[in-house]
């Protein structure tokens, strides 16, 4: 089968696989339709993450046909249409049981924090992802949905992942009614985050990020105010403080993580020298932004060594932060329903369909940020 490849910083092909197998009772494999490349796929794709080892195929955000069980997967058949959420969990474990999928405590034995990724380098649990035309997905009987009647594909693959991510940074953002969220990053995550910031009750929604046709494109799907932190201020938190009074924002959300442009000193230390788990430019900005007693969520993918932060800040100003992996399988239901009542349009920031065989286009475009990409999909030739 054709599946994407990665074999070295900023060099991935399209190539020959083996066809994946059933390794266990509880495995599926699914005929992927459709496949997202991820804003966190470019961490991997510019080698920032460690343990990303060549050969892996990418890939968390897909959807497919289930085109074999295995002999204990009772709640899928043959012929199902599923979407398989980013998280591999068991479904039983201490984390599992109480809606923490993200945590998974048996599907990544080697990692204490998170648990299973796929196609997301072996600190993830070394599991192959979808951007390829089939994939192994392991506890088929857990996190795959099946795709309700009449939800457009493009639709459901953005549940895997953006949505219900943009959503859970709303939720950990602790939005207030009336309140001023500051999301910092105009990606896929942002802009969703942006957007259900509103159904969690906010009054103003500010998004910063540096490309012009992101913020236009931010203001006009979130019905947000954007800025652009490289023509618009000069100091952000000044800026942000000038915006509210003085008080700071009520809540501020990070969509950015390891790759954070906007200070040198972040720049060299995380991703160029890899002394820290990546640039932690936009946590600073959302600590100092914030107001005394505010909330930080945080969603932007960190690298698992230290960062540089402004602790003493974070601790005299009696900050809130919250982070995690989301829990896709918990928020799936509520959130297709916004999509089937149109309160959620998530296929609306899908820019650009590239034929699965030229992946290593589609991340020269994401990743260089060129004709004004988005979120780019991936389509492999069975589904074309
Ligand atoms: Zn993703
Ligand atoms: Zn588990």
Known sequence: MLAMSFRGPQRVRVQQKPMPEIKHPEDAIVRVTRSCICGSDLHLY????????????????????????????????????VIVPFNVACGRCHFCKQGMFGNCHEANPEATAVGGFFG??????????????????????????????????????????????????????????????????????????ARCAWLFGAGRVIVLD??????????????????????????????????????????????????????????????????????????????????KGGIISVVGV???????????????KGLTMRGNQTSVKRLLPRLIEHVQNGTLNPKGIITHRIPLEEAAEGYRLFSDKLDNIIKPVLIPPSAR
């Open 302 to 316: 960190y690298g698992p060594t230290d960062n540089l932060i402004p602790l003493g800040n974070f601790m005299n």
């Open 120 to 193: 997301y380098a072996h600190i993830g649990g070394g599991y192959d992802g979808g951007q390829a035309e089939y994939a192994r997905v392991p506890y088929a009987n857990v996190s795959p949905t099946v795709i309700p009647e009449g939800m457009d594909p493009d639709d459901a693959v953005l549940l895997t992942d953006v949505v219900p991510t943009g959503y859970q940074a709303a939720e950990m953002a602790g939005i207030q009614p009336g309140d001023t969220v500051v999301v910092f990053g105009a990606g896929p995550v942002g802009i969703m985050a």
């Open 210 to 291: 540096e490309y012009d046709y992101r913020l236009e494109f931010v203001k006009n799907y979130a019905k947000c105010e954007a800025y652009n932190f490289k023509k618009d201020m000069e100091d952000v938190a000044m800026f942000i403080k000038k915006q509210t009074d003085w008080m700071g924002a009520d809540c501020c959300i990070d969509a950015v993580g390891a790759e954070a442009a906007g200070n040198a000193v972040q720049t060299i230390t995380g991703r160029k020298l890899l002394l820290q788990g990546g640039s932690a430019t936009a946590m600073h900005w959302a600590i100092n932004s914030v107001k």
């Open 46 to 81: 510019n080698g920032n993450v460690p343990d990303t080892r060549v050969g892996m195929t990418f890939g968390h955000e897909f959807i497919g046909e289930v085109v074999e069980i295995g002999s204990e997967v009772t709640k899928l058949k043959v012929g199902d249409m």
